[in-house]
């Protein structure tokens, strides 16, 4: 079974923290991404990568960075977090061909107040 | 460019009556579609994906979704509702020359007894 684990599931962070969602993919994927969940607006991109060092912006990238140093691991980084960023935080990854399946990881809750 | 759209964001059944959720997707190229399942504070599971073989795909859990390149569609039905069915529903896109899989904003299923 594929196996794309989220350091942590709920994190409450103050305004102005810097914030770090770890996420680490066990099949060799070469394509990793994150997107963020909110009511009524589905799932939006926020970075995608497609390999080592490599990143790519997605549809919402403003707030946010990313680091991807091993294949296996991709990182979101807050660099100062706001109140508008309170949501739900999925990690996914697959394979680099199209049409591959898309995994997700079980999702980071973050609250900032 | 490609999009989604889910159409209803809330959808109510009776246990044993026909679970017909609907998707219509637009893709510059041919497309490679996809349903997915997200029950209460997890992340997204795979129901099934089309993949340029048969039209009519069959997914676990009893669903099943036929790609209608005419229509742009890609539905998703299941005969007989069961309580366990109640979660929020995706349909999502890729396509050849993108990284990206674009989702809809999703489908609540609520299963009356």
């Known amino acids: 079974d594929v196996k794309v684990t989220q350091s942590s599931r709920y994190l409450v962070k103050r305004t102005g923290e810097k914030v770090f969602l770890e996420c680490v993919q066990d099949?060799?994927?070469?394509?990793m991404f994150w997107y963020r969940q909110d009511p009524g607006l589905g799932l939006r991109l926020i970075y995608f990568?497609?390999?080592?060092?490599?990143?790519e912006k997605g549809d919402i990238p403003e707030g946010y960075s990313v680091s991807r140093e091993k294949k296996e691991r991709f990182s979101l980084i807050l660099e100062s977090a706001s109140t508008n960023q309170t949501s739900m935080y999925l990690c996914?990854?697959?394979?680099?061909?199209?049409?591959?399946?898309?995994?997700f990881g079980e999702g980071s809750w973050l609250t900032v107040v | 460019a490609q999009s989604v759209t889910q159409l209803g964001s809330h959808v109510s059944v009776s246990e044993g009556a026909l679970v017909l959720l609907r998707c219509n997707y637009s893709?510059?190229?041919?497309?490679?579609l996809f349903w997915y399942v997200q029950y209460p504070n997890q992340g997204l599971q795979l129901l099934l994906k089309?993949?340029?073989?048969?039209?009519l795909v069959k997914g676990i859990n009893g669903f099943e979704a036929e790609f209608k390149k005419s229509e742009t569609s890609f539905h998703l039905t299941k005969p007989s509702a069961h309580m366990s069915d109640a979660a929020e529903y995706f349909c999502?896109?890729?396509?050849?020359?993108?990284?990206?899989?674009?989702f809809g904003t999703g489908t609540r299923l609520k299963v009356l007894a």
């Open positions: 999502a896109v890729t396509g050849s020359g993108t990284y990206k899989y674009i």
């Open positions: 893709s510059s190229v041919p497309p490679y």
């Open positions: 089309y993949t340029s073989a048969a039209t």
């Open positions: 990568s497609y390999d080592v060092k490599m990143k």
């Open positions: 099949m060799d994927h070469e394509n």
């Open positions: 996914a990854s697959s394979f680099l061909a199209p049409g591959n399946t898309i995994y």
